[in-house]
């Protein structure tokens, strides 16, 4: 479940100039919350999901406010609110990630999963790569030239979508197979208690079945 909602969670990132972030970031933070039961390093992913939240409100209010008459440039007026915004957002994206991959990774060496472990290493090293090239952009977004930004725009929609699929193969590889593993545990755990039930209705039929001969034979 708790991949499932990060799935979702991810899918409102998507819309994240649109001002869903704000949801989105939520949403993130409460499902690696939920797959914190499989492994810890999960609960630190959602901490650093909700530090994406800053800047889904900034850019929601940048949305709003010519929506409500208000003739402001957030950018303009308050140009340190938004490269603050913007850098806090992917570095706690970076370690959202790297909490994630590593809960990953250390699931797939306990399951001796090797493909998921390459998979979640490949993961966090092409994300890391995507993510500091987007904080090299934006931080020549504000020194050299504008349309950079545009740039680190593209760099976020690949981690974005890597991370999308990457999350979507977590949730059938590790939930589904844990529930499956777990309802397993469940029926062989109903049979186990059924048999010993068996067991002893049998032993009370023999005990009353003995009880029964031994009244015969006494009035004999």
């Known amino acids: 479940m708790g991949f499932g909602v990060a799935f979702l969670g991810y899918c409102f990132l998507f819309l994240h100039s649109a001002g869903l972030g704000v949801i ?11 797959a914190s039961r499989l492994d810890s390093h999960f609960l630190r992913a959602a901490i650093a999901a909700m530090f994406l939240l800053p800047r889904g409100v900034y850019v929601l ?9 208000v003739n402001v440039e957030l950018s303009e007026r308050f140009p340190w609110l938004n490269i603050s915004s913007y850098l806090l957002f992917f570095v706690a ?9 590593m809960g990953v990774r250390r699931i797939a060496i306990e399951c001796e999963h090797e493909k998921l472990q390459r998979t979640a290493s490949r993961q966090l090293y092409i994300s890391a790569l995507f993510i500091l090239l987007a904080i090299s952009l934006v ?24 991370n999308m699929f990457f999350t979507h193969t977590c949730q059938v590889l590790i939930t589904s197979e844990g529930q499956y593993e777990k309802d397993k545990q469940d029926v ?3 049979n186990r208690l059924a048999m010993q039930k068996r067991a002893k209705d049998m032993e009370k039929e023999r005990e009353i079945r ?3 001969e031994q009244r015969k034979a006494r009035r004999k």
Do not use: N, T
């Not at 994206?93 to 991959?101: N, Q």
């Not at 020549?140 to 929609?157: E, H, K, N, R």
């Open 139 to 162: 931080i020549c977004q504000q020194l050299v030239d504008p349309q950079i930004g545009s740039f680190a725009l593209i760099a976020f929609y690949v981690v974005l979508l890597f």
């Open 61 to 69: 209010i940048d949305i709003f406010l010519p929506m409500a008459g």
């Open 188 to 190: 062989e755990e109903q």
């Open 24 to 34: 989105g970031a939520p949403m993130l933070a409460y499902g690696f919350f939920l």
């Open 210 to 212: 003995e009880r029964k």
């Open 93 to 101: 994206w970076f370690f959202m990630i790297f909490y994630h991959c």
